[in-house]
């Protein structure tokens, strides 16, 4: 006979446990920089803006110059001379530890402000007076923000844009216009002059009488002229 033996194999379970990871690693920022004009002249001004995603800190560095700001933000540039502004913008895990970072880089030009040479009208109501008498100068610019008037050992400021000043020298005198283009920043601008003279003339004057000869008791008509009195 055949004998059958049964056997009880009791099942090994092994116990298993599944971990979800997530990674620690933050995001790399995203940045988009633009400014509102890639050249200006000196004295002008450009908007300079920027978006950012991603991140939680930036940076704006230009020549030795490092500030911090906003994430998002714009700021207006004057610069006098051309510079090159770098954005730098981090995602800062606060672990001690760098975390990822973007930069982008702008140049905004800077050309010299070229102005125009003032144009003068200047002249004398009478280039010729008496001791007594006087003359109007009169004067209008074009292109001058700041003009003086010098005569003998004055200078006075006058109106840069049109004016007039009566004048009563003792003797011949010249009046010298200066007008200047200023940029204002401390360098001289474009400038030009010019000169007018006031003559003074010593009087004269000439006596006449309606007769050259007369009798005794008839009356006699003097008549007289005079100049530059």
């Not at 009208?121 to 003359?135: E, H, K, L, P, W």
């Not at 610019?141 to 200078?155: D, F, H, I, P």
């Amino acid at each position: 006979s055949q004998n059958t033996v049964k056997t009880n194999v009791t099942p090994t379970v092994t116990n298993s446990q599944t971990v979800n990871t997530t990674s620690n690693n933050p995001l790399a920022p995203s940045l988009s920089v633009n400014i509102s004009s890639a050249s200006i002249t000196t004295g002008q001004s450009a908007l300079l803006k920027w978006n950012s995603v991603n991140a939680n800190r930036c940076v704006l560095k230009y020549g030795p110059s490092e500030e911090n700001i906003s994430v998002n933000g714009t700021k207006t540039l004057a610069p006098s001379q051309t510079t090159t502004y770098q954005i730098w913008c981090v995602n800062d895990p606060g672990t001690g530890k760098d975390g990822p970072a973007t930069e982008r880089y702008v140049t905004l030009y800077v050309s010299a402000l070229t102005l125009a040479t003032p144009s003068i009208s200047f002249y004398a109501s009478q280039s010729t007076i008496g001791t007594v008498q006087n003359s109007v100068l009169n004067w209008s610019t074009s292109n001058a923000n700041r003009c003086v008037l010098q005569y003998g050992s004055s200078e006075i400021n006058v109106d840069a844009t049109r004016g007039s000043l009566t004048v009563s020298p003792s003797q011949t005198t010249s009046y010298r216009l200066i007008c200047t283009n200023d940029p204002g920043t401390g360098k001289d601008g474009p400038s030009a002059e010019r000169t007018v003279s006031v003559a003074v003339a010593a009087p004269s004057c000439s006596l006449t009488t309606n007769k050259s000869s007369y009798n005794l008791g008839e009356s006699i008509i003097f008549s007289w002229t005079s100049q530059n009195a």
